[in-house]
């Protein structure tokens, strides 16, 4: 019995040092800025390597990378769609302590969100929901808001009636972010469906 204790405990030891040294992270869909663990192919892994000869150093006079190099213009317009651990939802009724919003995709040619699928019920958390409207007739940036004041813009919105100045109505269009349980922590207006 004591082999297999001592193979199993070299495995876990030599797993746990692949893991610190690949710099292992994890994220939630919260996180607005998940770790990148990964280390890119585009980065020069350079070694502070006291052997490493003149000739292997790296030529300062290299041309930047031109566009066609990179990403093309589709994947680029898709990027610009989303963000990690977001979703952009077009909220389509709601009721105390619940949104219901249909999912969205980025249309590139149209600079919009386009509603796709079946209604589905959200949720909120149940405390500290980060809310926030868009003021675009002062060209304010967006602004912080109590959960009932976003809410009470949305049903002025829903039912075609003019919200409280200054804010205005613009398809409905969410921005949020979901705890694990999938209820909402986030909620910010988006300023064109």
């Known amino acids: 019995m004591a082999a297999p204790r001592i193979l199993l405990t070299a495995l876990l030891a030599c797993t746990a040092a692949v893991a610190a040294t690949a ?9 607005d800025n998940p770790t990148v663990a990964a280390a890119s192919a ?10 490493a000869s003149p000739a292997d ?5 290299a041309e930047a990378p031109t566009a066609s190099s990179g990403a093309s213009a589709t994947d680029a317009c898709t990027e610009a769609g989303e963000r990690p651990g977001h979703r952009v939802l077009q909220v389509i009724a709601d009721e105390p ?4 919003a249909l999912a969205t995709r980025y249309v590139c040619a149209s600079d919009r969100y386009q509603a796709v699928g079946s209604p589905e019920r959200h949720t909120f958390a149940t405390a500290g929901v980060d809310a926030t409207l868009v003021d ?16 009470g813009h949305l049903d002025d919105c829903l039912a075609d009636r003019a919200p409280a100045a200054p804010y205005g109505c ?20 988006l300023d064109h469906p």
């Not at 710099?23 to 996180?31: K, Q, V, Y």
């Not at 302590?97 to 219901?100: A, I, K, R, S």
């Open 42 to 51: 585009e980065i020069d892994d350079t070694d502070d390597d006291d052997l």
């Open 23 to 31: 710099g292992l992270a994890a994220c939630t869909p919260a996180d």
């Open 136 to 151: 675009r007739p002062h060209g304010e940036p967006a602004k912080p808001v109590p959960l009932p004041d976003l809410l």
């Open 57 to 61: 150093a790296p030529d300062d006079t």
């Open 97 to 100: 302590g619940e949104l219901t």
């Open 170 to 189: 613009y398809g409905n269009t969410y921005d949020v972010v979901l705890d694990s349980h999938g209820r909402i922590m986030r909620i910010a207006e």
